[in-house]
Nanobody, 115 residues
Framework: VQVVESGGGLVQPGGSLRLSCAAS????????MSWYRQAPGKERELVAM????????DYAESVKGLFSVARDNAKNTVYLQMNSLKPQDTAVYYC?????????WGQGTQVTVSS
């Protein structure tokens, strides 16, 4: 099982980014996928999740209405569209999946929101 994030970078406040998570090694369409983030000095927190059969989604209160999670089961990829970004969204963003009781994380992608 492998999940690989991409799409992070430096963006100004109010800007947008789309993160991608490419998955392999398991039947992607069977499993819910999640995005987490970890800011410096803080615990890792759940940002968004999407069920195996979209459009069932859930979001952290802090990102509701601003972030959107989606998946393309044909491409084994989950996305996180982040709009109206704020400095407090600065963090390493991780993709997560639990397959047969084992949790797998990607290496993370850095998102920095700064002017």
């Amino acid at each position: 099982v492998q999940v690989v994030e991409s799409g992070g970078g430096l963006v100004q406040p109010g800007g947008s980014l789309r993160l991608s998570c490419a998955a392999s090694g398991f039947t992607f369409s069977y499993y819910p996928m999640s995005w987490y983030r970890q800011a410096p000095g803080k615990e890792r927190e759940l940002v968004a999740m999407i069920a195996s059969t979209s459009p069932i989604t859930d979001y952290a209160e802090s990102v509701k209405g601003l972030f959107s999670v989606a998946r393309d089961n044909a491409k084994n990829t989950v996305y996180l569209q982040m709009n109206s970004l704020k400095p407090q969204d600065t963090a390493v963003y991780y993709c997560r999946v639990q397959v047969l009781g084992t949790v797998y994380w990607g290496q993370g992608t850095q998102v920095t929101v700064s002017s």
